[in-house]
């Protein structure tokens, strides 16, 4: 699932404007985002995709996962909810 933070509403006069917009909305959120991200691929073993549950909601129908529970990421106060990606799910074989 892809988050979208602009819409066609959207309207800034200048560079400096919208980076502002960017600042004030975005950067905590991306920077979390990314945070966790990087954590859940250092924990990944070789050949693991590790996912949040929220990444594993989104993609559950076309992809197997391996619940993993709860892991203690560096640097994340509370433990995470995380999944490994085992294989991707054939169309054919999809629930509808």
Do not use: H
């Not at 933070?5 to 800034?12: A, G, I, K, Q």
Request: charged share 25%.
């Amino acid at each position: 699932m892809r988050e979208r933070f602009f819409t066609s509403r959207l309207r800034v006069a200048s560079y400096e404007e919208l980076n502002a917009w960017l600042l004030d909305r975005c950067v905590a959120y991306i920077g979390a985002v990314c945070n966790l991200a990087a954590r859940l691929c250092a924990e990944a073993k070789d050949g693991q995709i590790l996912v949040s549950s929220r990444v594993a909601r989104a993609v559950e129908t076309v992809a197997r996962l391996e619940d993993l529970g709860n892991l203690e990421l560096k640097g994340l106060r509370r433990p995470v909810a995380a999944c490994n990606v085992t294989e991707p799910i054939s169309r054919a074989s999809a629930p509808a």
